[in-house]
T-cell receptor, first 114, second 117 residues
Framework: SQQGEEDPQALSIQEGENATMNCSYK?????LQWYRQNSGRGLVHLILIRSNEREKHSGRLRVTLDTSKKSSSLLITASRAADTASYFC??????????????FGQGTTLQVKP | GAVVSQHPSWVICKSGTSVKIECRSLDFQATTMFWYRQFPKQSLMLMAT?????????EQGVEKDKFLINHASLTLSTLTVTSAHPEDSSFYIC?????????????FGEGSRLTVL
């Protein structure tokens, strides 16, 4: 069953602004990942943060992880129109014995207006 | 370039027919692949884990007789939707771990959109 919840469900911003998306999960994890999905397409892996990490950066992306609150955030800085997509967090679930099976959040649909 | 390929990318079929979707790992071997289903404006729901050389493991609520999974080689898993009905219309996505299972990162196919008339 799905365990992740993301907010906001939809976000609309102007180009150049920052976008912040949040994700909460329910069980213990080994790591948490963020994926991007353009409309009608497959998923593209953005960044992975391990349970013993608190913050990670990749280009314009910044991810935080708070295991005590079971939550994560994805910040996209200086957004571009090309960032328009749906963003999903996904966890592996520590109890899954690291099988590679992911549980996805509900996703945030981001629209960046030019 | 894509490391996991799905085919077909879209398919339209009549109610009652069966549809096969292929998932291939292009430059690596995958003993395990995962099949997800995504309804419009919703998240991905894991359907089953495809295991090379053995039976697939289905998630609770997924009918194994309706969604047949075959993982006959280290680079190919197939999902067959049998006796498809309109409610089976969905976006089906496969994924495969490129590195040793346990590191978390998976590569996803581009998805297959099934429309059952």
């Amino acid at each position: 069953s799905q365990q992740g919840e993301e907010d906001p469900q939809a976000l609309s911003i102007q180009e150049g602004e920052n976008a912040t998306m949040n994700c909460s999960y329910k069980t213990s994890i080994n790591n948490l990942q963020w994926y991007r999905q353009n409309s009608g397409r497959g998923l593209v892996h953005l960044i992975l943060i391990r349970s013993n990490e608190r913050e990670k950066h990749s280009g314009r992306l910044r991810v935080t992880l708070d295991t005590s609150k079971k939550s994560s955030s994805l910040l996209i800085t200086a957004s571009r129109a090309a960032d328009t997509a749906s963003y999903f967090c996904a966890t592996d679930g520590r109890g899954s014995s690291n099988t590679g099976k992911l549980i996805f959040g509900q996703g945030t649909t981001l629209q960046v207006k030019p | 370039g894509a490391v996991v390929s799905q085919h077909p990318s879209w398919v339209i079929c009549k109610s009652g027919t069966s549809v096969k979707i292929e998932c291939r790992s292009l430059d690596f071997q995958a003993t395990t692949m995962f099949w997800y289903r995504q309804f419009p404006k919703q998240s991905l729901m894991l359907m089953a884990t495809s295991n090379e050389g053995s039976k697939a493991t289905y998630e609770q609520g997924v009918e194994k007789d309706k969604f047949l999974i075959n993982h006959a080689s280290l680079t190919l898993s197939t999902l067959t939707v049998t006796s498809a009905h309109p409610e089976d219309s969905s976006f089906y996505i496969c994924s495969a771990p490129r590195v040793t299972i346990g590191t978390g990162e998976l590569f996803f196919g581009e998805g297959s959109r099934l429309t059952v008339l």
